[in-house]
């Protein structure tokens, strides 16, 4: 956690001085699902309803590259807490046709210390396709291998997911996207799939709605929090 937040100061310092054009956006979202690389980040009830409220903001340092931001969710999957909130910063660049896009992303939860992560991630996009990896290197990851109560440890566990997104029509945008979660040795859990496909429509002025089923591989270990749900969503750019 002192590592993520040390690289995102170092981010805001580095580009502080040309930060003229800066810009500010933010975002707000009401969910009837959160589901997090396909598993459901509310596992107090065994239903497809379960709403969430999402919403955050980024900080674009003018035309240098950098950027910081907040996004935060409420989650009920463990005592104590019922609040993600994710501190990210990074550079993004094109070269060529391909836009990259390289950073650092941690997971906190107020309440559950434990689940604390910190990942390095990077990504390629060429035309509607989107490449990204992100690899852990917190001492756990989100406490599947109970790093803070035993010798074993999350870290170098990898994800990997590919997304596409193209507009079909006047506001209609065709939405899929497939990941696979690689757990470090340690973690004893399969690695799985998870996988998105919907759509979404913009209304305009900043308001958009989408629908997709989502779900994951593994149910038989995982459980219902793997089990494809049909997830709705409406959002509003700020």
């Known amino acids: 956690m002192k590592k993520a937040l040390f690289v995102l100061a170092a981010v805001t310092a580095a580009a502080l001085p040309l930060a003229a054009s800066a810009q500010l956006t933010a975002n707000v979202t009401l969910i009837s699902n959160y589901k997090f690389r396909g598993q459901d980040q509310d596992i107090s009830r065994n239903k497809a309803f379960k709403p969430a409220l999402q919403g955050g903001f980024d900080?674009?340092?003018?035309?240098?590259?950098?950027?910081?931001?907040?996004?935060?969710?409420?989650?009920?999957?463990?005592?104590?807490?019922s609040i993600e909130s994710d501190f990210y910063g990074g550079y993004k660049m094109t070269m060529g046709d391909f836009a990259l896009d390289f950073g650092t992303l941690a997971y906190v939860y107020p309440g559950y210390r434990p689940g604390r992560t910190v990942e390095l991630y990077g990504s390629a996009g060429w035309g509607p396709l989107v490449g990204k990896y992100s690899h852990t290197v917190s001492e756990d990851y989100f406490n599947f291998a109970g790093a803070?109560?035993?010798?074993?440890?999350?870290?170098?566990?990898?994800?990997?997911?590919?997304a596409f997104v193209q507009e079909v029509a006047p506001s209609i945008s065709l939405k899929a996207a497939v990941g696979y979660t690689r757990f470090a040795s340690d973690i004893v859990a399969p690695n799985y799939t998870d996988y998105s496909v919907g759509g979404a429509y913009d209304f305009g002025g900043g308001v958009s709605a989408s629908a997709a089923v989502v779900g994951a591989t593994k149910k038989n270990y995982f459980g219902d929090a793997n089990k494809a749900r049909l997830i709705v969503a409406l959002t509003k750019a700020l």
């Not at 035309?63 to 999957?77: C, H, L, R």
């Not at 109560?149 to 997911?161: L, M």
Request: aromatic share 22%.
């Open 148 to 162: 803070q109560t035993s010798s074993r440890s999350g870290r170098n566990t990898g994800y990997f997911n590919l």
């Open 59 to 81: 900080y674009a340092f003018g035309d240098t590259g950098f950027y910081v931001g907040n996004w935060n969710s409420s989650v009920d999957f463990t005592p104590g807490n």
